[in-house]
């Protein structure tokens, strides 16, 4: 047998979508109709897909970036419990480094930031601090120049590394850079390298410093405070890894129970620590618009289907003279596939700005949103889902319209009412629509109700007309506490006496803040324990006024005052709950504690001061927090709080000036009234909220579009039998109900269908939700109605104006 050359094949396929193009040139509306759907299905497809590849699917951009772990603690459970992994000490670190042998290199580091001076106005930018071998563990090579050197984790030679990106827009991108110095913290830095912005962790990063550990840190275990990055060695393992770094812990504990007793050591890769929080939120997004994709595919179909049966005598006519059924499916397939690709082009155009605007709104609230793009894997992803969707929408109607026999279509001449059995095949269509609407409708009321559940938390505090501000002091400026504690004094001093100002503080992490320090306390009158076995409670520091300024009751007790700052004895400030947790049934006034880091100084409860959703609104048990004031333990970085008469917007720009006549070399970020700040707190489920509703809006429109067309076709079909019906006597209501039950009927199979799907995925909402369940009832049956209404509306259209026919037109026409 000789198969056909390349070039007839060729000139056979170029003939074929000739055809095809004619044909769809003569039925303009549906062409334009049916790009229109598949457009708004492919777009929204290639924008979330762009979205997930980026974030979740796209190795990091390292050398095997599969072997790139981090290392974190596992915290002791009776402590900490439902923490799953806790920052690392130094001394830990350094054992980890010198006993195991699983790792071909590892890095310990934490980030920051340091203050910029020389190059216009001050700025604080992010740092990282990190040893030596941090850029061997990503595998990456400098730019130009070189990174750190192993001596640099000893000895502060004051030298850093550059992010390409600041090098470029700061420094012109010149070579002369390197051996040149800038100013971080007041004082001078050489630049020795030049880091590729393509191999950037953290993302975010301007400037690298070697991390040098002092004597003390070294043999510090209890003060957790770093992350750990490694390598796996080739052929090692995670389970491996994890084996040796549990028996590495085990040692550890054993040897140094004070400290490490019920302390673990985690191997996650590097990958699945940036994004495992966000991967149930983006896979959900993902299989929304695949949904909305699937719609538009039924009514496609049924588009093509109505489309296909109207030439169906010419179809017949044309297998009576020998075409097979191949011949017969092909040209019906190749014009959905090129209506397909038209709007798969289209879909790229509107998926370009919807990648934008996402980008812009995740920016600082997603891992990896700079490598979401449209790149050549998204273009064939959106080629193959062109395709793929072109041939599913034909496919099934021509293959229904195949299979009739052309016989008893001849004989009908083209008049039947049956279409040959095809209202089956449009129900089925319709109520598949109906059934994948409800199911994403379902999701966005939950998260939705979910979102407002969250908005309703009381947050323990009043943020209205408060204005935040950041200020991070130098180090090796502020090197003493006395120097500390009288910047932010002569600032709040200042801040104070503003117009308009009604009352100011600060807190050095803001409530509504996930993390934040946490410690373990001695508390006076019970048995002393290890500090591994001593309870842990949020510790913040705070200036007098913070409860005056924020509005938390003090429930009893006093304030913080200028006399603390004298006192032999520490004073703090406890929550309702820590409170109630350690000294049961009795006052917390006078009782005495001490902070396990910080021993020097025992401390006295001077008040008690009502519980602070101080870990984010979605933290539902409340936290044990302990209130120390700044005088006597000074910060380098702490919020200003600014309790305003009116906007306290309008006092930004004198805030700013009050603590830059202070220091005019101090800058101040993140300035934004508390409402803003927790807008912010809001904004990654508020983004699933918005997301999944346009999709369920965008499902609604289409069921409804489905059904009105299915309807409407319908009517069309049967006119002759509508125009019967009214010459022997049924009235409008008779022929609106008639037309109504048979519409509704695949729509009703479609809402129940889908109220079974929808429980499956409120399964899978189960961790987007906050105090809503999996299976919320009134949800469920409130979208239910409101999706069995939009229906009944797309049935009652087209059936008053089939209850309108003229029976005589009807008749003759027919």
């Known amino acids: 047998m ?21 044909s769809l040139r003569k039925s303009p509306g549906f062409s334009v109709l049916t790009v229109a759907l598949l457009a708004l299905g492919i777009g929204a497809n290639t924008a979330i897909f762009s979205l997930v590849r980026g974030v979740l699917l796209k190795p990091l951009p390292f050398p095997e970036p599969d072997r790139i772990v981090s290392v974190p603690h596992t915290p002791p459970q009776d402590i900490f419990p439902g923490r799953a992994t806790f920052a690392v000490s130094p001394a830990n670190y350094l054992d980890w480094k010198a006993q195991n042998d699983v790792f071909s290199h590892m890095s310990i580091w934490t980030d920051g930031s340091m203050i910029l001076t020389g190059t216009g106005e001050p700025a604080s930018v992010p740092v990282a601090y990190v040893s030596s071998e941090f850029f061997d563990v990503l595998g990456a090579r400098p730019l130009a120049g070189r990174f750190f050197l192993p001596r640099e984790d000893d000895e502060d030679k004051g030298v850093v590394v550059l992010s390409e990106g600041f090098w470029k827009s700061r420094l ?37 410093v070697p991390l040098t550990l002092t004597p003390k840190d070294r043999v510090t275990r209890g003060i957790h405070d770093f992350g750990v990055l490694a390598r796996l060695k080739r052929g090692v393992t995670l389970a491996a890894a994890r084996a040796e770094m549990n028996a590495i812990s085990a040692r550890l504990a054993a040897t140094y129970p004070e400290d490490d007793k019920g302390w673990g050591a985690a191997v996650i890769p590097l990958h ?11 896979l959900v997004l993902l299989g929304a618009v695949g949904f909305v994709l699937l719609i538009a595919c039924a009514n496609v179909a049924n588009l093509v289907l109505a489309r296909t049966l109207g030439r169906r005598k010419e179809i017949a006519v044309r297998v009576a ?3 097979n059924r191949r011949a017969t499916i092909e040209p019906i397939v190749l014009e959905t596939a090129l209506l397909a690709l038209a709007g798969g082009v289209l879909g790229l155009l509107g998926a370009r700005y919807g990648i934008r605007a996402m980008a812009g709104v995740l920016a600082d609230r997603m891992p990896r949103v700079s490598e979401i793009r449209l790149d050549g894997v998204v273009l064939a992803f959106t080629a193959a889902v062109s395709l793929a969707t072109g041939v599913l929408s034909g496919l099934l109607p021509a293959w229904r319209i195949a299979r009739a026999d052309p016989n008893e279509t001849l004989k009908q001449g083209g008049r039947s009412e049956s279409d040959a059995g095809s209202p089956a095949m449009r129900n089925a269509l319709v109520a598949a629509e109906v059934a994948l609407a409800l199911v994403l409708m379902t999701g966005a009321g939950l998260l939705l109700k979910s979102l407002g559940r969250l908005r309703a938390v009381e947050p323990g505090f009043e943020p209205r007309r408060v204005l935040t501000a950041l200020v991070s002091l130098p180090g090796e400026k502020y090197t003493t506490p006395d120097a500390r504690r009288a910047f932010f004094e002569r600032v709040l001093e200042r801040v104070r006496a503003l117009p308009g100002v009604e009352s100011a503080s600060t807190i050095n992490t803001l409530p509504l803040t996930p993390g934040g320090s946490t410690q373990p306390v001695a508390i006076e009158g019970r048995p002393a324990a290890k500090m591994s076995e001593q309870p842990e409670v949020a510790v913040r520091v705070v200036s007098p006024e913070v409860w005056k300024t924020l509005r938390v009751p003090l429930k009893e007790g006093r304030d913080f005052g200028e006399a603390d700052r004298a006192r032999a ?26 902070l396990t880091f910080a021993p020097e100084l025992p401390r006295e409860v001077v008040g008690v001061v009502a519980d602070v959703k101080l870990l984010g609104l979605s933290h539902r048990e409340p936290v044990a927090a302990l209130y120390v004031p700044n005088a006597q333990m000074p910060m380098h970085t702490h919020h200003l709080v600014v309790r305003t008469g009116s906007a306290p917007e309008s006092l930004s720009r004198a805030v700013v000036a009050a603590v830059r006549a202070v220091d005019p070399e101090q800058p101040v970020d993140d300035v934004q009234t508390y409402e803003d700040f927790l807008g912010g707190t809001l904004a990654a489920p508020r983004f699933q909220v918005r997301l999944l509703s346009a999709f369920a ?5 289409l069921a409804a579009a489905g059904i009105y067309g299915v309807v409407a076709y319908g009517v069309r079909r049967r006119t002759r039998e509508i125009g019967i019906r009214v010459a022997l006597g049924a009235n409008a209501t008779a022929i609106v109900r008639l037309i ?6 695949p729509a009703l199979i479609g809402v129940a269908a889908g109220g079974a799907a929808s429980l499956a995925l409120a399964r899978a909402l189960s961790r987007l939700l906050f105090g809503v369940g999996a299976a919320d009832p009134p949800t469920l049956a409130a979208v239910s109605a409101l999706l069995a209404l939009v229906a009944l509306a797309a049935c009652v259209l087209p059936a008053l104006r089939a209850a309108r026919v003229d029976p005589t037109v009807a008749l003759t026409e027919g």
Do not use: H
């Open 272 to 282: 699945e620590e940036l994004v495992g929080e966000v991967r149930p939120a983006l």
């Open 697 to 701: 809006a965008l499902a609604l429109l």
């Open 569 to 594: 004895t520490g004073a703090v400030i406890v929550s309702e709950t820590m409170a109630k947790r350690f000294w049961p049934g009795q006052s917390a006034i006078g009782k005495r504690l001490t």
């Open 321 to 323: 003279l020998g075409a």
């Open 172 to 208: 012109g991108g010149s070579p002369s850079a390197l051996g040149s110095t800038v100013n971080l913290n007041g004082r001078p830095f050489t630049i020795v390298g030049i880091a590729s912005a393509a191999e950037t962790f953290p993302e975010d990063t301007r400037f690298w």
């Open 2 to 22: 000789r198969l056909p050359r390349r070039g007839t094949l060729m000139r056979a396929l170029v003939t074929a979508v000739r055809y095809a193009l004619r």
């Open 740 to 745: 109504v039950a048979q519409g509704m009927r």
